[in-house]
């Protein structure tokens, strides 16, 4: 090999490890940028509930529509955040999207006390009517100066009493201890028959009924049957006192900082999302309480019109307690929704 041509080869040796490396910044650039934009959906219940499964319809909504630019990973069962810190978590961007219960917003506003109201709400069909009007879809932004943008309802159910006793008359439950949501107006409501509210977290409850560390509790049939409360518990009283269902919210930072149209595009799975979420809830009312029935772990009991009239007149002086912060019009607004 003669002297020219070595130098020509090293010469082109050095051309091309130069030009390889721009290929491999170019293509490690052009990698990140097809990196997915990661939202992370945290939720402390199963999959198997209403809001499990609406978390991942959601994700394969978003995922089939946008693909390769957003990936949405749910986190269920408190893993990644609990009861205690959710919001801050959603606040500090750490967490995109959450659905916390209507009781968990309590530090943030006062007007949406009005879902723990006890007694206020005949049935499902009256809390969806509240939710769809004009007063229900004003309160998805009555947290917006805290930079909590609420992207809508979505139902659970109709709560039920739980505990290690019968509980047939609101004297069955004077002295005992009800774990409840962070909710002051649920602890009114259970001060109210004599009983001892507990604030815990959801993640909490199955070992402290379990140690019997508590009494009892309230919550709906698909939280008592798949987190195997009634496995603890050995009666459950069908009271339909008060309603469990969620707001699904983001922070105002992230929504606007979406780009109009994916933002749109978000916007409609997750509607999508939370109807079939709904779905499940209405069957998972009957479906899960079955099972229950079926496990013969607890022994359900129903009230006779003149026992939960008992529990109601008990309850609902808890009504004028909080008039005043969530405000009359409000509850007015609510009444008129049962029909
Ligand atoms: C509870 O804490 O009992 C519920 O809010 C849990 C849930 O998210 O359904």
Known sequence: MSISNIFFTRHSLKQLLKLTSVVTLLSASLSVSATPVEIKFSHVVAENTPKGQMALKFKALVEERLPGEYQVNVFPNSQLFGDNNELSALLLNDVQFVAPSLSKFERYTKKLQ???????????DAVN????????QKLLNSMKRKGLVGLGYLHNGMKQFSASSPLILPEDASGKKFRIMASDVLAAQFQAVNAIPVKKPFSEVFTLLQTRAIDGQENTWSNIYSKKFFEVQSHITESNHGVLDYM???SDTFWKSLPGDKRKVIKAALDEAVAYGNEIAAAKVDKDKQAIIDSKRSEITYLTPEQ??????????????FENKI??????AAVASNK
Do not use: C, H, N, Y
């Open 308 to 321: 939960r009239a008992a529990w109601v007149s008990a309850m609902k002086p808890v009504w004028a307690q």
């Open 114 to 124: 009005i879902f723990d109201l006890p007694f206020l709400f005949q049935d499902m």
């Open 248 to 250: 699904v919210v983001t």
């Open 129 to 136: 009517r509240f939710q769809q009007s004009e007063s229900g």
């Open 327 to 332: 405000g009359k019009d409000l509850i007015e």
